[in-house]
């Protein structure tokens, strides 16, 4: 990979988008790599979180890459629209919980990036936006659909419809990011924070996952009742056994992720 880095470490998947100097700009290769990745991290069962963050001290991702966008026509637009969703949903859909660790620009698709990850922390650095009718274009990476999620309609509408470039105190305040820690801070909080989901029964985490995103596109009557399927299927799992057990032996559960 020539432009991300991953490291993994007990458990936890490390993906550090390293393109320091264009800002870690998204162009279609850093993409296809962070693809592949994606779908290796999904598919190792030891992996229980996966963390994403930009290289250097400046910028999470500074957005699609201009210089490769630029000169784009109508099919090459398409196709890298494809190839983005493809992987940002992946992320959202993703066994493991994604925690976006933002410390510094993310703006456009750098901003849509992390609202692919289930989580965002940010840096008391971080700026966030969606600069993109400045360039002519909406944004295209589901900034569209997951900001009206995540903020409110008339907030995100303000956000895409002024440009205005927000810093992590703002975002704190309209519910984009969960926390907002000192840089030098971040990463050691990030991981604290992946450390007390990874203690949890690690299936059930999942499983909730997939009832808030899965819920959150249907109709309430549809998602309560899709809700209720995810419970019960709980309590075909050891962990539900493990951690009702353990509750009632009063020691702490050992959970094994089935
Ligand atoms: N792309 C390419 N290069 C970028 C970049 C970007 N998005 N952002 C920054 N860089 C590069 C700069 O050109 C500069 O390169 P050199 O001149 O050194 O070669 C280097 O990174 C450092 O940037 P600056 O010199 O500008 O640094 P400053 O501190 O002065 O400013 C900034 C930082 C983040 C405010 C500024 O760089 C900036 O405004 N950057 C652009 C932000 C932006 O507009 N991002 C794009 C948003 S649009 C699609 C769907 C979605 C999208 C695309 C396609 N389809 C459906 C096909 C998504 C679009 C977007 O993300």
Known sequence: MENIIVKIEEGIAEVIINRPKSLNALNSETLKELGIAIKQISENRDIKV???????????VAGADITEMKDLNAAQGRELARLAQKVFSDIENMPQ???????????????????ACDIRVASTKAKFGQPEVNLGITPGFAGTQRLPRLVGKGVAKELIFTTDMIDAKEAYRIGLVNKIYEPEELMIKVKEMSKKIMSKGSYAVSLAKAAVNNGMNMDTESAYNYEADIFGLCFATEDQKEGMKAFVEKRQANFKGC
């Open 97 to 115: 919980v994604a925690i976006a660790a933002v410390n510094g620009y993310a703006l456009g698709g750098g901003c849509e990036l992390s609202m």
């Open 50 to 60: 996966l963390i994403i963050t930009g290289a250097g001290n400046k910028a999470f």
